[in-house]
């Protein structure tokens, strides 16, 4: 079982920067693949990012790409998604999600429902 806590989301005025953090329990973050949705009112959850067990491969919405940087310290069991040049349609609560896999040091994972288990979530507000 792994309990997942988000943190960081906020106000920022278009253009800001965030960063989000994602801790989790247990003795073995290590080996999942990990991930962060977000879901705008309205709106269906949509994949944001995703990152491999070491941390060696990422992969990135076409929305977010090159704003957006996903990465993990399994030192410390947390995962983490700096997003830049927020825009107000970034707004949404966004979750973090892990795969309990088996998972190799390179998978992603896109699909939401390959996802075990999700956070609470932490809400962004981009105004413009």
């Known amino acids: 079982q792994v309990q997942l806590v988000e943190s960081g989301g906020g106000l920022v005025q278009a253009g800001g920067s965030l960063r989000l953090s994602c801790a989790a329990s247990g003795r073995t973050f290590s080996m999942y693949a990990m991930g962060w949705f977000r879901q705008a009112p309205g709106k269906e959850r949509e994949f944001v990012a995703a990152i491999s067990c070491s941390g060696g491969n990422t992969y990135y919405a076409d929305s977010v790409k090159g704003r957006f940087t996903i990465s993990r310290d399994n030192a410390k069991n947390t995962v983490y998604l700096q997003m830049n040049s927020l825009k107000p349609e970034d707004t949404a609560v966004y979750c973090c999600?892990?795969?309990?896999?088996?998972?190799?040091?390179?998978?992603?994972?896109?699909?939401?429902?390959?996802?075990?288990?999700w956070g609470q979530g932490t809400q962004v507000t981009v105004s413009s």
């Open positions: 999600a892990a795969d309990s896999g088996p998972n190799s040091d390179l998978t992603v994972r896109v699909d939401l429902y390959e996802y075990d288990y």
